[in-house]
């Protein structure tokens, strides 16, 4: 219902609108040359609040970036997990029990592959 009642009301403005009162000019063209100053003033205005409300959000938020504090990562030992052994340190290797003739046979193995 609201649809159709603003199409009544849009084309009963527009045909008002449009009533020629001299050779080239309609009721819309008397109206805008009296409404042209206050509607420039106003349009004017507006655009200066959007400018400025941009120039205030850029200056706004270019003030909380610079003003964050970059905060180091801190590991409390009492909440860290526990010491490790010297035993299971990543820098020790194990050690090989492996006899000569074995290491032999595995330094073959390890050649033939890479051949």
Same mark, same amino acid.
Do not use: C, W
């Given at each position: 219902m609201f649809? @159709?009642?603003?199409?009544i009301?849009f084309?009963?403005s527009f045909? %008002?609108?449009?009533?020629?009162v001299?050779?080239? =000019?309609? $009721?819309f063209?008397?109206a ?9 003033q @106003? ?9 400025n409300? %941009?120039?205030?959000t850029?200056?706004?938020g270019d =003030?909380? $970036?610079?003003n964050?504090s970059i ?5 409390k030992?009492?909440?860290?997990a526990g010491k490790k052994s010297?035993?299971?340190s990543?820098d020790s ?7 000569p003739q074995?290491?032999e046979?595995l330094?073959r ?6 051949h």
């Amino acid at each position: 219902m609201f649809v @159709i009642k603003f199409l009544i009301y849009f084309s009963l403005s527009f045909v %008002i609108l449009s009533i020629p009162v001299s050779e080239n =000019k309609v $009721v819309f063209n008397y109206a805008n040359d009296l409404a042209k100053p206050y509607t420039k003033q @106003i349009f004017s205005s507006i655009r200066g609040a959007i400018s400025n409300s %941009i120039t205030e959000t850029k200056r706004i938020g270019d =003030k909380l $970036v610079n003003n964050t504090s970059i905060k180091e990562d801190k590991i409390k030992s009492t909440t860290s997990a526990g010491k490790k052994s010297s035993a299971h340190s990543v820098d020790s290797h194990p050690k090989d029990s492996y006899t000569p003739q074995e290491r032999e046979a595995l330094l073959r193995i390890l050649q033939q592959t890479h051949h």
